[in-house]
């Protein structure tokens, strides 16, 4: 994981917000999924896969939100890397 990313997923457990109100991080994870497809940016899928995380391991919420959540982390993983600069331009078309 990159320092940034690191400081990203610092930030959202620290989040007060988060701790009291999980919804929250659904509602967060939906916005920056839906962000996504227009920026394609390394950036927006390491806070994507800290709020897949989250969810994933937070029992407050139901079982099958938190094994889709776990699910979809590798896959996001790769699209991260899919968006970094070194990737060819055959890599950086996501699947649609």
């Known amino acids: 994981m990159t320092p940034r990313a690191r400081r990203q997923a610092t930030s959202a457990e620290a989040s007060p917000e988060y701790r ?8 967060a994870l939906i916005c920056l999924m839906s962000r996504f497809p227009a920026r394609r940016s390394p950036a927006v899928a390491a806070a994507i896969i800290v709020h897949l995380r989250l969810i994933s391991e937070d029992v407050r919420l139901s079982h099958g939100v938190r094994h889709c959540a ?13 968006c970094t600069p070194g990737a060819t331009d055959a890599q950086q078309r996501l699947p649609s």
């Open 70 to 82: 776990d699910s979809l982390i590798d896959e996001w993983a790769a699209y991260a890397m899919l």
């Open 20 to 27: 009291s109100n999980p919804e929250l991080a659904l509602a």
